[in-house]
């Protein structure tokens, strides 16, 4: 069965540059959840979309945005890169419906801020 | 503030034992409820949910919820090497809403 897909994989920034995760969803799941993991730390919700429009927002910092498009996909930008940043950022999509709405995950970037 | 709370172990069980999972959580308006297992380095795998009170069982694992003690457990028959890995409880207050994780029990099963 279809994953999530995410990309990069692997990024690495230097303080002060700008990325850009990227995420597919599982097919026809409508709604896209991004969280961030540090190392030995819990998944920490950033901020979710639902049919393209922003569902519900954690702990993401302003230097962060995020959109998603007419086909689902959704894009993580960040802005003025800190070290703190380096961490596991997972994107997981779910069928939004129901009373129980199983998230699954993709791969995860890894990005490393130097 | 919304709280899931699991003890970080490690728990270490011979191989062939049973494994028991637990998690508590602080939302009264919690209603769905998941287990998923994490490698390191790798991302959650859904294990289970859960979202009524009683047992859930799937192949070797068994869901419990208990809504009146926020509580929530998981069960691993005949654990393998293969098991060892973080289970991570998170708990949903309903739809498409996000999830709150736990920091994860690391288990350990002993060849």
């Known amino acids: 069965a279809a994953g999530v897909i995410q990309s990069p994989r692997h990024l690495i920034k230097e303080k002060r540059e700008t990325a850009t995760l990227k995420c597919y969803p599982i097919p026809r799941h409508d709604t896209v959840y991004w969280y961030q993991q540090g190392p030995g730390q819990d998944p920490q919700f950033l901020i979710s979309f639902y049919e393209k429009m922003q569902s519900d927002k954690g702990s993401i910092p302003d230097r962060f945005s995020a959109q998603q498009f007419s086909d689902y996909h959704s894009e993580l930008n960040m802005s003025s890169l800190e070290l703190g940043d380096s961490a596991l950022y997972f994107c997981?999509?779910?069928?939004?419906?129901?009373?129980?709405?199983?998230?699954?995950f993709g791969p995860g970037t890894r990005l490393t801020v130097t | 503030q919304k709280e899931v709370e699991q003890n970080s172990g490690p728990l270490s069980v011979p191989e062939g034992a049973i494994a028991s999972l637990n998690c508590t959580y602080s939302?009264?308006?919690?209603?769905?409820f998941f287990w998923y297992r994490q490698y390191s380095g790798k991302s959650p795998e859904l294990i289970m949910f859960i979202y009524s009170n009683g047992d859930k069982e799937d192949g070797r694992f068994t869901a419990q919820l208990n809504k009146a003690s926020q509580y929530v457990s998981l069960l691993i028959r005949d654990s393998q090497p293969s098991d060892s890995a973080t289970y991570l409880c998170?708990?949903?207050?309903?739809?498409?809403?996000?999830?709150?994780f736990g920091k994860g029990t690391r288990l350990s099963v002993i060849a």
């Open positions: 997981a999509s779910s069928l939004g419906q129901g009373l129980v709405n199983e998230q699954y």
């Open positions: 998170a708990v949903a207050n309903s739809g498409n809403t996000p999830l709150v």
């Open positions: 939302d009264r308006g919690s209603q769905s």
